[in-house]
């Protein structure tokens, strides 16, 4: 089992910053892949980021390339995302994932469905 804790959420003006943080406990996830997602009220839950077990494959969806960067400390079980320019349509509940079984060890996912644990997410709000 993994347990997922998002935080680091809150409410910030247009053009400003935020870093999630999530920190993973159970198991070890220096061999899953790790993935941001966020939901809109009365909308689906969406890919942000992801990154491999290795660390050194990133993805992005293309409304946050540019603006956010994910990353991950193995030692620290914690993967991060920094969210610069934040605009009013980032508004959403962000959500942590893990991926234990990527397909390969710089696969990393952008699929809903790929994800086996997930946090119980944080509320980012961006004000105009």
């Known amino acids: 089992q993994v347990q997922l804790v998002e935080s680091g959420g809150g409410l910030v003006q247009a053009g400003g910053s935020l870093r999630l943080s999530c920190a993973a406990s159970g198991r070890s996830c220096s061999w899953y892949g790790m993935g941001w997602f966020r939901q809109a009220p009365g909308k689906e839950r969406e890919f942000v980021a992801a990154v491999s077990a290795s660390g050194g494959n990133k993805v992005y969806a293309d409304s946050v390339k540019g603006r956010f960067t994910i990353s991950r400390d193995n030692v620290k079980n914690t993967v991060y995302l920094q969210m610069n320019s934040l605009r009013p349509e980032d508004t959403a509940v962000y959500f942590c994932?893990?991926?234990?079984?990527?397909?390969?060890?710089?696969?990393?996912?952008?699929?809903?469905?790929?994800?086996?644990?997930w946090g119980q997410g944080t509320q980012v709000t961006v004000s105009s």
């Open positions: 994932a893990a991926d234990i079984n990527p397909a390969y060890s710089y696969y990393a996912s952008r699929v809903l469905h790929e994800y086996d644990y």
